[in-house]
């Protein structure tokens, strides 16, 4: 599941973590992995190149492959 779902199944969603479109293009849901793996099942998120590279991820689209630790923006 997406990190946004597991978010929403551990009761976190809303309070923590804010999401619009759930499909990788509005960016409301960015936030900033700064431990663990995630993948895409689409072909390219809404994210610069430069995001990837710094660490941000969509947590709607985004799938965990390891314990991830994300930073919400605030
Ligand atoms: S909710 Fe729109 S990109 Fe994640």
Do not use: F
Not at 27 to 44: N, P
Not at 59 to 68: E, I, K, L
């Amino acid at each position: 599941m997406t990190l946004l779902n597991a978010a929403e199944q551990a009761g976190l969603e809303g309070m923590l973590m804010d999401s619009s479109c759930r499909n990788g293009t509005c960016r409301t849901c960015i936030s900033k992995l700064t431990r663990g793996q995630v993948h895409y099942r689409i072909e390219w998120p809404g994210l610069s190149l430069d995001e990837k590279r710094e660490g941000y991820i969509l947590p709607c689209v985004a799938y965990p492959q390891s314990d991830v630790t994300i930073e919400l923006p605030v």
